[in-house]
């Protein structure tokens, strides 16, 4: 069984400013990685994953995270966000090597907010 | 290409009511899948189907919740009576291959009164 912490569960920021949206995971067996995005009214939509490799991963929307196995993380960072970045977004995981692809664990959600 | 698609995208019943929600998926997808939010908590997994199969069923709460998918195309997961704890929103998500390459919907918000 997996289970996924996000440490935060607002986070607001300023126009152009760095933010870091912080994850932590616990599993028993090896896990994929993922955030996904959800804007209002809207479904959630991947921002980048993590399968294997490299362990600084790049998405959609300038977003990168970076996976830090000894300690099971897997932050989102952006260098600097904009008005539209507004939305909450979610950590989550899924069993490497598993049946179920899409059968995600996922994270309490952190909203962020971003104020011009 | 059309996304996932989920309808009502909004149901407001009574305790003991029938409700029944439907996705759309991606056209192609083999996989969908029904998620759960119940407010203040994390988005859960309900179940999976590979084609017309149920793959996994393990998060369903319960057998007041019957999910379908007719043909391999369309899905509906009826609630049948509605609780109120069964409040929350509903989402259907489709993937075709590939680890964690979710397509969700907007969601259905279930009110039950």
């Known amino acids: 069984a997996q289970s996924v912490t996000q440490l935060d569960s607002q986070v607001p920021v300023f126009e152009e400013a760095p933010v870091e949206l912080r994850c932590n995971y616990s599993?028993?067996?090896?896990?994929?990685l993922f955030w996904y995005v959800q804007y209002p009214n809207q479904g959630l939509q991947l921002l980048l994953k993590?399968?294997?490799?490299?362990?600084l991963v790049k998405g959609i929307n300038g977003f990168e995270a970076e996976f830090n196995k000894s300690q099971t993380s897997f932050h989102l960072r952006k260098p600097s966000v904009h008005i539209s970045d507004t939305a909450e977004y979610f950590c989550?995981?899924?069993?490497?090597?598993?049946?179920?692809?899409?059968?995600?664990?996922f994270g309490q959600g952190t909203i962020l907010t971003v104020h011009p | 290409e059309a996304g996932v698609t989920q309808f009502p995208s909004h149901s407001v019943i009574e305790k003991g009511q029938t409700v029944t929600l439907r996705c759309d998926p991606i056209?192609?997808?083999?996989?969908l899948y029904w998620y759960r939010r119940v407010m203040g908590k994390e988005i859960k997994f309900l179940l999976h189907?590979?084609?017309?199969?149920?793959?996994?069923e393990s998060g369903m709460p319960n057998n007041r919740f019957l999910a379908e998918r007719t043909g391999g195309t369309y899905s509906t997961l009826k609630v049948q009576p509605a609780e109120l704890e069964d409040s929350g929103v509903y989402f259907c998500?489709?993937?075709?291959?590939?680890?964690?390459?979710?397509?969700f919907g907007s969601g259905t918000q279930l009110s039950v009164l």
């Open positions: 998500a489709s993937s075709q291959l590939g680890p964690g390459e979710l397509f």
């Open positions: 993590y399968l294997s490799g490299s362990t």
């Open positions: 989550a995981v899924s069993e490497f090597g598993g049946t179920s692809y899409g059968k995600l664990t």
């Open positions: 189907f590979v084609k017309e199969s149920k793959q996994d």
């Open positions: 599993s028993s067996v090896s896990v994929y």
């Open positions: 056209s192609g997808h083999d996989n």
